[in-house]
């Protein structure tokens, strides 16, 4: 159990990490930073959620994912769905 607890913060001091980035967005705007610089930032504040994305996907293929196969059946049809449409939307982002 303290595992989940310490995965739970990590997850958790990450999107901190990213909400940090998108406030200093705003500080640059605010700021009348240089168009490009902002760019710039944004393209590293996307970069950090999609790879949050992308953890969070491996995290449901390995738990979620792993153990509705195991069961077999519909559950397993449901998760595979839900993980394929979930990659979809990611790719289209």
Not at 51 to 63: G, K, P, V
């Amino acid at each position: 159990m303290a595992g989940q607890k310490k995965h739970k913060d990590d997850v958790l001091l990450r999107l901190r990490r990213i909400e940090g980035q998108v406030r200093g967005l705003q500080r640059l705007v605010e700021e009348d930073t240089y168009c490009i610089d902002i760019l710039t930032q944004v393209s590293a504040t996307t970069r950090a959620l999609q790879s949050f994305a992308l953890q969070m996907l491996d995290e449901h293929m390995a738990t979620c994912v792993s153990d509705a196969v195991e069961q077999g059946g519909e559950e397993k049809e449901l998760k595979l769905k839900e993980a394929s449409n979930a990659i979809a939307r990611l790719v289209r982002s």
